[in-house]
């Protein structure tokens, strides 16, 4: 976080009145370089005095006088907190996350469960997702001929079938993940619940894609991203994953055309993910690997491109609105960053914990906006300090 000066006159026709006015940008920046250069008095002649002469500030009487009319005003400066981050914080927050894996960063051991046996028949499959997916019967592969439906219970029994063939340790990981998440819906698992519309939404998209949502989906009905640095760390891959998605149309030739698999978006994107995994610090380099529709390694010159286009469309300043209006949402709504794990973070002890929650003295850096009376004692925070919390998980210490 960061404050900002900001010079005020006070309006009115006699001093007390506290009824304050800010100086335009163009004289608070006169008036600060005057006032650090120890220049006083000093004449008002830009931005809004400009066509209103003879005004100056006298910093030591601390007032503002028209040579005029002899009329004067009190004047205070004040270090305003600013909502935005400082700016070298956005800089190596930028650094950080478009070349460190963040989820690797802060992953816990991985997440073992009980070795699940295929107990349900295809009928009983079928129903368990049509209980909880709407128009699930409108669903169709990526073709556009054949529902969605079809392939559930191939990959329940069997796996992810160009996985199976290409890398079967893999293909079973991501069996017993599909197994686990629907026989946790089926026990009533509420996190599991809200999965199955997504994984079955997966199957829209090439084999490639099911694996990745898969192994993302487990990680939630796991509890394997339940921690505040998990869930950061979920929430940020998530954004990379955006803005690599962003980048190939920009930089490849690209077709919806099934005859040519390899000029796909999914199937470029895991190219990406194996030629560039490790410089962009992406995630999921070892499912992207087993897709044989990728096409060949990226010359240097595309690599370069693509990293330069990464690295350009990331915009850390975004990220940090997106993780803020995310965590301030109002209501009973689902969030992807838990507001009590964050709340009971151990923060270091310079963390500033208690701009964690809203404090109405300074409402600018909230956008003038503030939580309701029945969350006023949840987290409600700005972007400044989602920075700031950012750099105590992901940034090393300063020495």
């Not at 996350?97 to 009980?114: G, I, M, P």
Request: charged content about 30%.
């Amino acid at each position: 976080m960061w404050k900002k000066p900001k010079w005020q006159w006070e309006e009115g026709d006699e001093w007390g009145t506290e009824l304050w006015v800010d100086y335009d940008e163009e004289n608070t920046e006169m008036l600060e370089e005057a006032h650090k250069a120890e220049i006083n008095p000093v004449d008002l002649d830009r931005g809004y005095f400009q066509k209103r002469p003879g005004y100056f500030v006298d910093f030591e009487g601390g007032f503002q006088a028209s040579k005029m009319t002899g009329m004067t005003r009190r004047i205070r400066r004040l270090d305003e907190l600013q909502r935005s981050a400082r700016p070298e914080l956005v800089q190596a927050l930028h650094t950080c996350f478009t070349s460190t894996n963040v989820v690797a960063l802060v992953s816990k051991d991985d997440v073992t469960v009980d070795e699940q046996e295929a107990k349900l028949s295809e009928d009983a499959l079928i129903q368990l997702f049509d209980k909880h997916v709407p128009n699930l019967h409108d669903l169709r592969d990526w073709t556009g001929k054949d529902p969605v439906t079809k392939f559930f219970f191939g990959t329940y029994t069997s796996g992810v079938p160009k996985f199976k063939a290409n890398n079967p340790s893999l293909n079973n990981v991501l069996v017993q993940a599909f197994r686990y998440i629907v026989h946790e819906a089926e026990k009533g698992n509420e996190a599991a619940i809200r999965c199955m519309r997504p994984l079955a939404e997966a199957f829209e998209s090439c084999q490639a894609e099911q694996a990745r949502e898969i192994n993302s989906l487990f990680g939630t009905v796991t509890g394997r991203d339940k921690g505040l640095p998990e869930q950061l760390a979920k929430f940020i891959d998530e954004y990379k994953q955006r803005v690599l998605n962003t980048v190939i149309p920009d930089v490849f030739e690209t077709t919806e055309d099934n005859s040519f698999p390899h000029k796909q978006v999914p199937h470029i994107y895991n190219r990406c993910l194996v030629d560039l995994g490790d410089i962009l610090g992406l995630s999921g380099v070892e499912i992207a690997q087993a897709d044989a529709a990728k096409p060949p390694e990226l010359d240097e010159t595309a690599k370069t491109t693509v990293v330069d286009r990464f690295r350009e469309l990331f915009d850390m300043e975004q990220l940090l609105e997106d993780i803020t209006s995310d965590i301030n949402q109002s209501g009973n709504v689902e969030r992807a960053i838990d507001r009590t794990l964050l709340l009971k973070h151990e923060f270091p002890a310079s963390f500033e914990r208690h701009k964690l929650m809203y404090d109405e003295d300074e409402p600018q850096v909230y956008n003038f906006k503030k939580p309701t009376e029945e969350e006023e004692f949840n987290a409600f925070v700005f972007p400044g300090i989602v920075a700031e919390m950012l750099a105590c998980i992901f940034l090393p210490p300063a020495e």
